[in-house]
């Protein structure tokens, strides 16, 4: 643990890394990042909306990704020729993404597509996710997804094809389902460790998404319990939780959204509100901070390991070897076609 004073001079290192660099240097912050990571950012928000911000920057040279590995790669797949992206920690990786490679994912395919027609599945695959799974979904005509646009992305494969092969996150895939009034018979879980994922290949061609079973460690610690003994605690409180929650958790929430729907939710509450939020603690820990006039308060407490691996000392080696350490690099054709998928979720 660093103490004040020695903290204090690595915060200054940086801010005086960054005052040389400029404009060629843009720091990104993911909403679940300490506070003094977050304060030392150009940009703070979810992992699609920062990669963007940053690719469409042409005078940055330098993208500093401070949140997980998946993030550092969809800026890469995004950035222009001149940009080379970092991350302070090459394993500050996710667990949810790991739960899907691409052997499994492939294998998956092969096996749905021997029992119906392979035409008539559309790939959508979660931000979280690695680059390979992208290029996967790319070159099957398929799109990425967040948490914010997964009921459009739906949409648009459902225009398309009749079936939906949805990964890694099951939660956030029947949490879509269910938004879209998809009964539950029509969803069915695919477990990469059984054979046909643990279906008849009846049931396979009576579905309509497939949802891998993948899940994030950190939203699906939130139980209905936890509510229950919210509400009983605080009668007017309000429940807010992320859509990678359970669906019984999903269902006894207020209002359910992505970590910028969070902030938004947040920020427009009336002052004294109470709001008990299913998220990663760091984000929820800062929003109280921010909002003093509202009582915010974690629904319980959830701390994601591999977010928390960036601090101020990795943050500062990475800077002070710009361009040099821990850089994210994707092979052309695994970018060409994430890239395919991106841009698919762009046109939604």
């Not at 800026?75 to 001149?82: D, F, G, R, T, V």
Request: glycine share 6%.
């Amino acid at each position: 643990m660093k103490d004040k004073t020695d903290e204090k001079e690595t915060i200054e290192k940086i801010l005086k890394i960054k005052k040389e660099l400029g404009k060629e240097l843009i720091i990104l912050t993911h909403h679940y990042q300490r506070k003094a990571i977050v304060d030392l950012g150009d940009y703070r928000g979810d992992s699609f909306g920062l990669s963007q911000k940053a690719a469409t920057d042409k005078d940055a040279r330098y993208i500093v990704f401070c949140g997980v590995h998946f993030m550092a790669e969809s800026a890469a797949i995004l950035s222009q020729e001149h940009q080379i992206v970092q991350i302070p920690d090459l394993d500050a990786g996710c667990w949810m993404a790991d739960m899907a490679d691409l052997i499994m994912v492939e294998k998956a395919w092969n096996d749905v597509a021997g029992i119906v027609e392979k035409d008539s599945v559309t790939p959508l695959v979660y931000m979280n996710s690695d680059a390979h799974i992208k290029a996967h979904c790319g070159r099957n005509n398929g799109a990425v997804c967040t948490s914010s646009n997964a009921p459009d992305a739906f949409v648009w494969a459902f225009d398309r094809r009749g079936k939906i092969f949805f990964f890694p996150d099951e939660h956030l895939g029947r949490n879509t389902g269910n938004r879209m009034g998809l009964a539950p018979e029509e969803m069915i879980v695919w477990d990469p460790d059984k054979p046909l994922g643990g279906n008849t290949e009846a049931r396979i061609k009576k579905a309509k998404v497939f949802l891998w079973k993948g899940y994030c460690l950190i939203h699906t610690r939130f139980t209905v319990d936890h509510i229950k003994k919210k509400r009983e605690e605080f009668p007017d409180i309000k429940i807010v939780t992320h859509p990678e929650c359970t669906q019984e958790v999903v269902k006894e929430s207020d209002a359910v959204g992505s970590t910028s729907f969070i902030v938004k939710y947040v920020k427009e509450a009336p002052a004294g509100s109470t709001i008990a939020i299913g998220t990663e603690i760091n984000l929820i820990e800062r929003l109280a901070i921010e909002y003093p006039d509202k009582t915010i308060m974690t629904l319980f407490d959830s701390l994601c390991p591999n977010m928390y691996k960036i601090n101020l000392d990795k943050l500062l080696e990475t800077l002070e070897n710009i361009g040099m350490v821990n850089v994210v690099t994707i092979p052309e054709e695994i970018k060409h076609d994430a890239r395919i998928a991106l841009d698919n979720m762009l046109s939604l």
